[in-house]
């Protein structure tokens, strides 16, 4: 391995300590107190070096399987990211299981089939092995949960949307994570809210208590573990009573557990929700939200997918078919009036389609359009909400943009206390998920020209220390999170001054049918995972050295 010299830096340790101008050096991919002579200098003046970043909340685990870097995470200084989130991985999976799994991706996460059945060969069927077929092609250091509804129905087939678990198949069960753990997971993921393509709880929701804390204890038996899950977001009560029973979980198995999102929207529920997180943490209970930083900005087209259609049985029964053949059933006047009939403005949703501007289009004729909200057009023209949708579509071959942009997470005030509160880890991006609605990627980026540089409601060690050292040591991430003596060299060097994002593209880059979002960045010089450079100046590398943490 090159051994490296880092000069002249501001070196901001991950530790929270203040940063401090010297050099850093590195030998065989860990961090060493000194090297006689590297074999490899960086020039770092006027740049901070800070430890790599952990994104704790992705769902690259289809990605993965072709694109071993995480594209675009690496760009934004992630050198660390956490998949198999919400309950849903990869593996286990039987022969027979794929289609179940590829289902559930492509409604809760957006992940089409097309694109599972271009890049992901489905040739495992453990979750060691999974891991396995991952590593060695890796760009990026990965954190992998295994997830409860594919254990669930790689253990109890159909019966896992049907009833509890028995003893015989909960001891199956804790058999499956027991391995996961000894071969590198990270932990266990689980949903109180998710949905299948059939409108049914996944099967992680069917679990009752004795299942979820047989797992928490067979995943705590290894050392370590994090349970992570999706609160029951929609009915405040219910996600307060999941965050006690995660308490419950975290003094029973001595492990952290860690739920998302919890968004900056303020108000009653979100005083709730801290309040509930402080009595767990007083009662000794390990018990984190995820929070992120930006507005939780959203696109809609209908060449794409959008889950601000799955409510619109209509609409989403067209969204399900290929591309190729919507703009027909779009346009089918026999379809119209059941398709305007049933967008209307629902009361009081933030995530209202009329709240939505257009944003990019192709025809001539909208381009008059551009920036106006979808009911501003309906009021002006005397039309429904859906036939603005409609209209301006089918104009563009579907593939006119709507935006809904500053509205979720939109209280900054209230933002800036969760990025900074020690009852929430930074960390809720869904990076590698719903890919042709936003790009999760680049949170940390904004965090670090946002917050700390224009805003200042954070010091530079303290934004670092909250992407890095903090979570490494909260979700057992070992070896990592900080720039001291023996932990693995994850290191980013970047312009504090410069560091930005820069325009958000939607690219045609990704296998099956489909494009996506992504978040180009500005400022970052180099990006090393374990000492090598994986991307800088001239763009990434041919290094592949990231391993499963």
């Not at 089939?113 to 890796?138: H, M, N, Q, S």
Request: glycine share 10%; hydrophobic share 40%; aromatic share 6%.
């Amino acid at each position: 391995m090159t051994t490296t010299a880092i000069r002249n830096g501001l070196v901001v340790d991950g530790t929270g300590a203040a940063p401090v101008q010297r050099d850093l050096f590195i030998h065989d991919g860990k961090i060493v107190d000194n090297v006689e002579s590297p074999e490899r200098v960086i020039d770092a003046a006027g740049r901070v070096v800070s430890p790599g970043f952990i994104d704790i909340h992705t769902h690259f685990d289809p990605q993965l399987c072709w694109d071993g870097l995480a594209t675009p995470s690496l760009e934004h200084g992630v050198t660390t990211v956490v998949i198999g989130n919400c309950s849903l991985s990869l593996a286990p999976v039987k022969p027979d299981g794929a289609a179940k799994l590829i289902s559930m991706f492509q409604v809760i996460e957006d992940i089409k089939k097309p694109t599972f059945d271009a890049a992901v060969p489905w040739c495992w069927e453990t979750f060691p092995e999974y891991l396995d077929f991952i590593r060695g092609k890796l760009g990026v250091n990965v954190g992998a949960l295994i997830g409860h509804s594919a254990v669930r129905a790689y253990v109890m087939g159909k019966a896992s949307q049907e009833r509890a678990a028995t003893a015989t198949e909960i001891d199956a069960m804790c058999d499956i994570v027991e391995e996961a753990m000894a071969a590198g997971a990270l932990g266990i993921s689980s949903s109180y809210l998710d949905m299948d393509e059939e409108g049914r709880p996944v099967p992680s929701r069917y679990a009752e208590i004795d299942e979820k804390l047989a797992l928490a204890k067979a995943m705590s038996a290894s050392g370590r573990g994090v349970w992570q899950v999706v609160p029951y977001i929609v009915d405040p009560e219910q996600l307060l009573d999941n965050i006690r029973e995660l308490g419950d979980i975290s003094l029973a198995a001595n492990i952290p557990c860690s739920l998302q999102p919890v968004l900056g929207s303020g108000g009653r529920a979100l005083d709730d929700q801290v309040r509930a997180l402080t009595e767990q943490h007083e009662r000794g209970a390990r018990v984190y939200g995820q929070t992120m930083p930006r507005t939780f900005d959203m696109n809609m087209r209908l060449s794409e997918t959008s889950m601000l259609l799955f409510g619109y049985p209509t609409w989403k029964e067209i969204m399900n078919l290929p591309s190729s053949e919507r703009a027909a059933k779009f346009g089918d006047p026999a379809n119209r009036d059941a398709l305007v009939e049933e967008m209307v403005p629902r009361e009081g949703s933030i995530f209202g389609i009329a709240n939505m501007r257009v944003g990019d289009v192709k025809s001539a004729e909208n381009e008059r359009y551009q920036g106006r909200t979808v009911a501003e057009i309906a009021q002006a023209e005397g039309k429904r909400i859906g036939e603005v949708v409609l209209d301006l579509s089918l104009k563009d071959d579907l593939d006119t943009e709507f935006k809904l942009a500053g509205v979720v997470n939109a209280d900054q005030d209230a933002v800036a206390r969760l990025i900074d509160s020690p009852l929430c880890h930074f960390g809720a991006s869904d990076a590698g998920a719903h890919i042709t609605q936003f790009c999760g990627t680049g949170d940390t980026t904004y965090l670090l020209s946002h917050f700390v540089r224009e805003s200042g409601t954070m010091t530079l060690e303290r934004g670092i220390h909250r992407m890095t050292g903090e979570v490494a040591r909260d979700w057992g991430i070992r070896d990592r999170g900080t720039l001291e003596a023996g932990r693995a060299a994850d290191v980013v060097i970047f312009d504090a001054d410069r560091v930005a994002i820069t325009k958000e593209e939607f690219v045609d880059d990704f296998p099956g049918e489909a494009r996506r979002y992504v978040r180009r960045a500005e400022g970052f010089d180099r990006v090393l995972v374990n000492g090598e450079v994986v991307y800088g100046a001239e763009g990434y590398t041919d290094a592949r050295p990231g391993k499963i943490v």
